[in-house]
């Protein structure tokens, strides 16, 4: 009977996005609060075009993560992927992102 190796159960895999993990969490926490803020403006009943200014705004926050975790993603993980001979498989998971990334209602 084999043990399961524990060593490998503990690593934490490196992802696109370990090296600016912190400021990617900051990023998060930021939007998490602008968020709030519009539950407040509605709230408050404040003017629509302002709220839709905000929202707008975080629309964009939101955007610039997304890209951030796409650029992590192709420096690091596809070519990770690529190593392990797996570039046409992470291509089409990417480009799969991207375009639920761009899809707006």
Excluded: F
């Excluded at 951030?68 to 570039?87: K, T, V």
Aim: charged share 25%; proline share 2%; hydrophobic share 40%.
């Amino acid at each position: 009977m084999t043990t399961p190796n524990t060593d490998a159960a503990a690593t934490t895999p490196t992802r696109g996005y370990t090296a600016s993990k912190e400021q990617l969490l900051t990023r998060i926490r930021r939007i998490e609060g602008q968020v709030r803020g519009i539950e407040k403006m509605v709230e408050e009943d404040r003017y629509c075009i302002d709220v839709l200014t905000q929202i707008s705004a975080i629309q964009a926050a939101l955007d610039k993560v997304g890209l951030g975790l796409l650029d992590g993603h192709a420096r690091h993980c596809m070519h990770q992927g690529a190593a392990e001979g797996r570039a046409d498989e992470m291509a089409t998971e990417m480009m799969a992102a991207v375009g639920r990334l761009m899809k707006r209602g």
